[in-house]
């Protein structure tokens, strides 16, 4: 089990373009958790989401953030129009689910987004 | 609103020195209390959870309620403990949605 992946690990945008940071979760797992970590800064949670679906996105930016985790395919987030407070590392994660609630998130290495 | 405060950022001791990583909380309900860590190069993985009430690699963790911590305790440090030490809470009941604190980075010298 080659655990969570995310791609690509470092994204270089100039402001306003798009970028979309890639997240497959472990092998069995069905839910998916986004963290952002800026300079200096703990994680803050952005958003869970199951397959299909989005529980929780109280993290979130209210404009130009999304994201998703389709039936097939990795999770995706997705910040349109980058401004260099974007800047930061955007980390994975998922569990097996709801019915197995241990608390442990498997995190995966993160992707490094720098706005110039 | 639950909220995780790590007061230090940086933890310097000698290695055979005790180590107490602190962290508080504050959330209304009943909060399960978790111990991350990051070593160098690696991911950030569980270290351990209230709940369980055990020791790994010779840490350990209290959680009291009255004075709303749980510190992470070890009575020797090793230099392989020097890693980035986070503490996180969710509530009890609903999602696995974890807040965590900033982090401490505890450095093990020689």
């Known amino acids: 089990n080659a655990g969570v992946m995310q791609n690509p690990r470092h994204l270089v945008r100039r402001r306003g373009q798009e970028a979309r940071l890639r997240c497959s979760p472990m092998?069995?797992?069905?839910?998916v958790y986004w963290y952002r970590q800026l300079p200096e800064e703990g994680l803050k949670f952005m958003v869970y989401?199951?397959?299909?679906?989005?529980?929780?996105e109280s993290g979130m930016p209210k404009e130009r953030f999304s994201a998703e985790f389709p039936k097939e395919g990795p999770s995706i987030l997705r910040i349109q129009q980058v401004v260099r407070g974007d800047s930061a590392a955007y980390f994975c994660?998922?569990?097996?689910?709801?019915?197995?609630?241990?608390?442990?998130?498997?995190f995966g290495e993160g992707s490094r987004l720098t706005v110039l | 609103a639950q909220r995780v405060t790590q007061p230090e950022k940086l933890l310097s001791v000698f290695k055979g020195a005790p180590v107490e990583l602190k962290c508080n909380y504050s959330y209304s309900g009943s909060p399960e209390l978790f111990w991350y860590v990051q070593y160098s190069r690696q991911r950030l993985q569980l270290l351990l959870r209230?709940?369980s009430r055990e020791s790994i690699k010779g840490f350990t963790a209290d959680l009291n309620k009255g004075e709303t911590s749980f510190h992470l305790k070890k009575p020797f440090a090793q230099e392989e403990d020097s890693a980035m030490y986070y503490c996180?809470?969710?509530?009890?009941?609903?999602?696995?949605?974890?807040?965590f604190g900033k982090g401490t980075m505890l450095l093990v010298s020689p």
């Open positions: 996180a809470l969710r509530p009890v009941s609903g999602y696995s949605t974890l807040t």
């Open positions: 209230h709940i």
């Open positions: 092998k069995g797992h069905s839910h």
């Open positions: 994660a998922s569990s097996p689910g709801q019915g197995a609630t241990t608390g442990e998130l498997f």
């Open positions: 989401l199951q397959k299909e679906n989005i529980i929780d």
